[in-house]
């Protein structure tokens, strides 16, 4: 099952009795409030995961089609482990 960012402000803006502007607003601040927040720490939720912040390093990478190498630079991004109370409840 795919749930895609229109789901999600649905469901926020029907059990929230909110409306649609207003549950994407919230949803955003809460995203970003986890990138930003994440970046400097661990943001743990409980019972849902928790978010870090991770780099990777720089590392050659290779057109397939031409086979000419590049280099990728280094990147962050963020890493998400769910709880093993979210595994469950999924599985």
Do not use: C, W, Y
Not at 7 to 19: G, K, M, T
Not at 26 to 39: P, Q, T
Not at 69 to 76: D, L
């Amino acid at each position: 099952m795919n749930l895609t960012k229109k789901d999600i402000l649905n469901n926020i803006s029907l059990s929230a009795h909110v409306s649609k502007s207003d549950s994407n607003q919230l949803f955003d601040k809460f995203i970003n409030l986890i990138i930003h927040n994440s970046a400097k720490s661990v943001v743990k939720i409980p019972n849902f995961g928790s978010f870090t912040h991770k780099t990777t390093p720089s590392r050659i990478g290779r057109n397939p089609i031409t086979k000419e190498e590049f280099v990728i630079t280094e990147r962050s991004k963020l890493n998400f482990k769910a709880s093993n109370k979210l595994k469950t409840l999924i599985n």
